[in-house]
């Protein structure tokens, strides 16, 4: 049976990955199509950084999904503690609302936000689309955080306040360290979910700004370019020192 489930494992990995280093591969491909590799080049390469509307988008996409992040993780964080906190019945009403958000299709949100903007007269651009990714980023970080101040000893709050401590003391000095490796996790969760949303931004965003998703699906349907799959690898090599770089953080923030 362990056998079987290894192979399993195996073929899931292969099934989902096969695809990325397929499209990795003819990034470097120097006879401009994905039916034969013809030879190798980085020439794909430098056509993404000498284009500098793609640039702009790259440095647009990053700057908005750090923002969003680091917004929805204050915010998100507050919540959790708030929602822990609640009594039963509040609690679970808050639990159902963030859950049901989690759950519900990007593209009835982006619809959802669309109308607001539009019903506000909101212009839509960079604001409207931070706006969308630090309402969708927020359920993401309470998921994160709810778990690990479940797991908290509540009698070292109760010590700490028996001691003469105030609640922002308890807060700071005793609550924040605890929940750091959550917190540090629903912001790289937020992160990455800003940067890879295309449904719920493609509604909000407007002719002034765009992002990497919506640049990358409007190139794409004008015809298959290896500039995108050499943007695709650029991403994807991204992605890997991200994981990295969380597992050491939480690593060294767990064993602190």
Same mark, same amino acid.
């Given at each position: 049976?362990?056998?079987? %489930? ?8 292969? #099934? ?17 199509? &994905? /039916? ?7 020439? =794909?390469?430098?056509?993404?950084? !000498? ?9 647009? /996409? ?10 929805? /993780? ?9 929602? =822990? ?16 958000? &989690?759950?519900?299709?990007?593209? &009835? ?38 778990? !690990? ?33 959550? #917190? ?34 409007? !190139?794409?349907?004008?015809? #298959?370019?290896?500039? #995108?799959? %050499? ?15 969380? =597992? ?9």
């Amino acid at each position: 049976m362990k056998k079987i %489930a290894n192979w399993y494992l195996a073929l899931v990995f292969v #099934i989902l990955y096969l695809p990325i280093f397929y499209l990795i591969i003819y990034a470097f491909n120097s006879g401009g199509s &994905m /039916t034969t590799f013809d030879g190798f080049t980085l020439d =794909y390469f430098r056509l993404v950084f !000498r284009d500098e509307r793609l640039m702009l988008i790259v440095v647009q /996409t990053f700057l908005l999904a750090f923002l969003s992040s680091l917004i929805a /993780t204050i915010i998100g964080t507050f919540g959790a503690i708030y929602i =822990y906190q609640a009594k039963n019945k509040v609690k679970e009403s808050l639990l159902s609302a963030n859950n049901i958000l &989690m759950v519900a299709p990007d593209v &009835m949100i982006g619809v959802a936000f669309l109308i607001l903007f539009t019903a506000l007269g909101f212009q839509l651009g960079f604001m409207s689309v931070l706006l969308s990714h630090i309402a969708f980023s927020i359920p993401i970080v309470v998921l994160m955080v709810l778990p !690990r101040l479940r797991e908290m000893n509540d009698d070292m709050l109760s010590a700490a306040a028996d001691l003469g401590a105030s609640p922002f003391q308890v807060f700071k000095e005793i609550m924040i360290p605890y929940l750091t490796p959550a #917190i540090i996790a629903g912001y790289f969760m937020a992160f990455t979910y800003s940067i890879d949303d295309f449904a719920v931004t493609f509604f909000v965003t407007g002719n002034s700004f765009s992002t990497l998703s919506v640049e990358i699906y409007s !190139r794409a349907r004008q015809g #298959i370019s290896l500039e #995108i799959n %050499a943007l695709s690898a650029l991403l994807f090599l991204f992605s890997v020192l991200l994981v990295i770089g969380y =597992y050491f953080i939480s690593r060294e923030k767990e064993e602190a």
